[in-house]
């Protein structure tokens, strides 16, 4: 209460090597996301690289079920989008009471950390490029 947080309705442009925030993020049912993704109202096991998207990726689900290629560090992993992350609301009891995404996150499953081959300590915000696959 009396923080002010900034909303997005759209993310930059999607390139070849679109730069972005990785975070770290749970899709299974007690973890971070909550409630089932979006996509396939399903949880997703954090051995799958799976992704959610801030709101302006997300494009109103057009990418829901499609890979993207996630990049950093002289690799790149395959990962498919199954949830949005909210950009444009938040700080309410539908997301827990947490602020909005930025418009240039990536939520990814440790699955999709590992495939990059990052050190566990480096796990939570790193800058990643990724396009779609």
Not at 89 to 103: A, F, I, R, T, V
Not at 109 to 133: C, E, H, N, Y
Request: net charge negative; charged share 25%; proline share 5%.
């Amino acid at each position: 209460e009396g923080r002010n947080y900034t909303t997005y309705e759209c993310s930059p442009p999607v390139s070849r090597s679109t730069k972005a925030v990785l975070n770290l993020n749970s899709f299974e049912e007690g973890g971070d996301g909550g409630k089932p993704s979006k996509c396939d109202d399903k949880y997703h096991s954090d051995h799958t690289p799976v992704v959610a998207l801030s709101t302006g990726w997300y494009s109103s689900g057009s990418r829901c079920l499609k890979n993207i290629t996630i990049s950093a560090k002289g690799r790149s992993v395959d990962a498919m989008v199954v949830d949005e992350c909210d950009s444009s609301m938040g700080c309410d009891k539908k997301h827990y009471y947490l602020p909005p995404c930025d418009n240039n996150i990536v939520d990814a499953s440790q699955a999709v950390w590992r495939a990059l081959g990052l050190p566990l300590d480096d796990w939570g915000d790193m800058d990643i490029t990724w396009t779609d696959a």
